[in-house]
């Protein structure tokens, strides 16, 4: 069964410093990788999807990478504002399946 | 606008009762799914259809009932068989077979009088 690990759990950094966040999974046999924004009491809202194909994805100050072979894949977040405060979730489907198996999410501070 | 849509946004349920969370979407999707989230955990699947009609079981069905009568519409019914409800309710949305990613709606929170 997938399991996906999302380190650290909680995060503080000072507004202008660049992250990485981590994301791990147990089974290599994915089908595309997401991360997810969740603001507390909110829905959630796709930030970067990869395919199982692609090496990374770029959307503005965010840079998604995938390693498939050793079950990683990290965010980075660049130049850090407060509005980034938020927690972080990455997701897994799996090849041949319809579902997404979620990681605890990183919930990250950006202080001003 | 497209979106996904869920009502209530709070919902209280009595012992033994029955209460149905509305998911609506205008985007054309296939397919839809329901999760349920707690406190420091990872979403959880509880059911997905990928077309009108058809519904398959996640990892936490026991207790919940859905129906998919129109594409649409996924209504999810937290039964009395349900023993600890009390969560944070996501319905999401995405074309299937493309890879697309998945659309979310606001989340219903269900709580227990």
């Known amino acids: 069964k997938q399991e996906v690990t999302q380190i650290p759990a909680a995060l503080s950094v000072p507004e202008g410093e660049n992250l990485v966040l981590n994301c791990s999974f147990t089974d290599s046999a994915i089908y595309n990788l997401q991360w997810f924004r969740q603001d507390p009491g909110k829905g959630l809202t796709s930030l970067l999807l990869?395919?199982?194909?692609?090496r990374e994805q770029t959307s503005g100050r965010l840079n998604a990478s995938l390693d498939k072979s050793s079950g990683r894949s990290t965010l980075y977040i660049a130049a850090s504002q407060p509005g980034d405060s938020a927690t972080y979730l990455c997701?897994?489907?799996?090849?041949?399946?319809?579902?997404?198996?979620f990681g605890k999410g990183t919930k990250l501070s950006v202080i001003p | 606008d497209g979106g996904i849509t869920q009502s209530p946004k709070y919902l209280f349920r009595k012992e033994g009762q029955n209460v149905t969370l509305s998911c609506e979407q205008n985007l054309n999707h296939d397919a839809m799914y329901w999760y349920r989230q707690d406190p420091g955990q990872g979403l959880r699947l509880i059911y997905y259809?990928?077309?009108?009609?058809?519904?398959q079981k996640g990892d936490i069905a026991e207790g919940y009932s859905v129906s998919r009568e129109k594409k649409e519409s996924f209504p999810l019914t937290v039964t009395s068989a349900q023993k600890n409800p009390t969560a944070f309710y996501l319905c999401?949305?995405?074309?299937?077979?493309?890879?697309?990613?998945?659309?979310f709606g606001p989340g219903t929170r269900l709580l227990v009088l």
């Open positions: 999401a949305s995405s074309i299937e077979g493309s890879g697309e990613t998945q659309y």
């Open positions: 259809s990928q077309i009108v009609n058809d519904f």
């Open positions: 990869i395919q199982s194909s692609q």
């Open positions: 997701a897994v489907r799996g090849a041949g399946s319809y579902q997404l198996t």
